[in-house]
Nanobody, 125 residues
Framework: QVDLVESGGGSVKSGGSLRLSCAVSGNTYSYYCMGWFRQVPGGRREGVAGIGSDGVTQYADSGKGRFTISEDKEKSTFYLQMNRLKAEDTAMYYC???????????????????WGQGTQVTVSS
């Protein structure tokens, strides 16, 4: 059982920055994938960024050049640094974990095993 707890969401003006955190507990897997997803009410869940345990990263076009995903293995936490935020980035953001996974270009279609509760990001124009 892996538990994920997100934090760092909030309200920010367009052009601002936020850093989301996802604290991971119970990870005993040798290799894994982690991802950040977002969803607006009534909308589809969208993959934002993914990272593998080997450090490989993937980004959706919407976040390339603005978002950075990273992992601090010592703290068992992974992050999503979001810069130059836009109103369209407003959504609930979720972190997710998949065990025994190698990150590939189709990472956002993987069946992630565990999900966090979500943290709201609101960007005002």
């Amino acid at each position: 059982q892996v538990d994920l707890v997100e934090s760092g969401g909030g309200s920010v003006k367009s052009g601002g920055s936020l850093r989301l955190s996802c604290a991971v507990s119970g990870n005993t897997y040798s290799y894994y994938c982690m991802g950040w997803f977002r969803q607006v009410p009534g909308g589809r869940r969208e993959g934002v960024a993914g990272i593998g345990s080997d450090g490989v990263t993937q980004y959706a076009d919407s976040g390339k050049g603005r978002f950075t995903i990273s992992e601090d293995k010592e703290k068992s936490t992974f992050y999503l640094q979001m810069n130059r935020l836009k109103a369209e980035d407003t959504a609930m953001y979720y972190c997710a974990f998949r065990s025994w996974c190698r990150l590939g270009s189709g990472w956002y279609t993987y069946d992630f095993d565990w999900w966090g509760q979500g943290t709201q990001v609101t960007v005002s124009s």
